[in-house]
């Protein structure tokens, strides 16, 4: 169970489409919050709405939770005071990848073009190499070559 309530989980699943919004290649299976809730959970009403949720795969969850640095660079955790409404997250997501706002019906609102940001150390950098290597998104066709021969 992902702490959610069933509406806010709806709303977040049908915004990802049932696809994995890290990665955009796998089918979703867990629900993550951004803000995290801590120990005991967390009275505030931001901690249970949709654009505090993301809709991951467990691969994805496993490697934001191993990388927080580099996941509070691409918006897929919160810092503290930081509101998920507002803070813009990099998805991968089946309605195609780039830098989103959630909002709080559940959509997303395309925010433009912003650089990726650069990990601070080398520590980090195979972790980021990790999340940040080009994919295909799944939507995409090959190139193909057309030859005569």
């Known amino acids: 169970m992902s702490g959610f309530p069933a509406a806010t989980r709806s709303a977040i699943r049908s915004r990802s489409m049932g696809i994995c919004e890290a990665c955009g290649r796998r089918p979703a299976t867990q629900q993550h919050h951004r803000d995290p809730r801590g120990m005991g959970g ?3 009403t931001i901690t249970n709405c949709p654009c505090n949720g993301l809709d991951l795969d467990d691969v994805c969850h496993a490697w934001i939770e191993q990388n927080r640095t580099i996941a509070r660079k691409l918006g897929l955790l919160l810092g503290p005071g930081e509101d998920p409404c507002t803070e813009p997250v990099l998805l991968r997501a089946a ?4 830098w989103y706002r959630l909002d709080a019906s559940g959509g997303t609102s395309w925010v433009g073009s912003m650089p990726w940001p650069q990990p601070e150390t080398t520590e980090t950098n195979d972790a980021w190499v990790s999340y940040a290597k080009p994919r295909r998104h799944r939507f995409s066709r090959p190139i193909r070559n057309s030859r005569t021969s």
Not at 95 to 98: D, F, L, S
Request: no cysteine; aromatic share 14%.
């Open 95 to 98: 309605y195609g990848p780039g």
């Open 42 to 44: 967390d009275p505030r």
